[in-house]
T-cell receptor, first 115, second 109 residues
């Protein structure tokens, strides 16, 4: 079944730890995105990718980094987590070669808490 | 950049009631999406609706692109409709979505 997967769903870690949030999709989409959402607030784009070896920063400044080595995989890494990184991180993907131009589909999200 | 405003910010209904949520945007767009964020945080796609009207069960949406607004209608609301409803439009003709602040809907039994 075509879907977007994120792991872990919940993560509680201490300050200074390196973490990687996983995102993979079986939608066959070229484009992938990472959004950050604080509780009760709107989503903000932090990273996106048009395809393999393509990564761009979004509108919201983030200390995280991303990579796109495989079409279906778009992990996000924080080298040294801080309490200010506490948030929900949502991964999305889209396909431009359809009649629904850039319709984005979202994974279930990762709730990150940094103590 | 493009601005997206949603109203009302909060809405409380009794089960069975109908409601209309509004999304205004400040510039021309070539697509618009409505999402429902459930209590577990997942965003569910409701409609991709750059213009016109679409219906899916008890939900329907209308976008009037020339007047820069979209409406989401929920009829015969159920407690499972509770959550936050977001609209999102692309930034400046790009693929980057800009989200409104959402409408928090609470449906009481």
């Amino acid at each position: 079944e075509a879907d977007i997967y994120q792991t872990p769903r919940y993560l509680v870690i201490g300050t200074g730890k390196k973490i990687t949030l996983e995102c993979s999709q079986t939608m066959g989409h070229d484009k992938m995105y990472w959004y950050q959402q604080d509780p009760g607030m709107e989503l903000h784009l932090i990273h996106y990718s048009y395809g393999v070896n393509s990564t761009e920063k979004g509108d919201l400044s983030s200390e995280s980094t991303v990579s796109r080595i495989r079409t279906e995989h778009f992990p996000l890494t924080l080298e040294s987590a801080r309490p200010s990184h506490t948030s929900q991180y949502l991964c999305a993907s889209s396909e431009i070669r359809t009649s629904s131009y850039n319709e984005q589909f979202f994974g279930p999200g990762t709730r990150l808490t940094v103590l | 950049g493009i601005q997206v405003e949603q109203s009302p910010p909060d809405l409380i209904l009794q089960e069975g009631a109908n409601s209309t949520l509004r999304c205004n945007f400040s510039d021309s767009v070539n697509n618009l999406q409505w999402f429902h964020q459930n209590p577990w945080g997942q965003l569910i796609n409701l409609f991709y609706i750059p213009s016109g009207t679409k219906q899916n069960g008890r939900l329907s949406a209308t976008t009037v692109a020339t007047e820069r607004y979209s409406l989401l209608y929920i009829s015969s609301s159920q407690t499972t409709d509770s959550g936050v409803y977001f609209c999102a439009v692309p930034q400046g003709g790009s693929e980057k979505l800009v989200f409104g602040k959402g409408t928090k809907l609470t449906v009481n039994p």
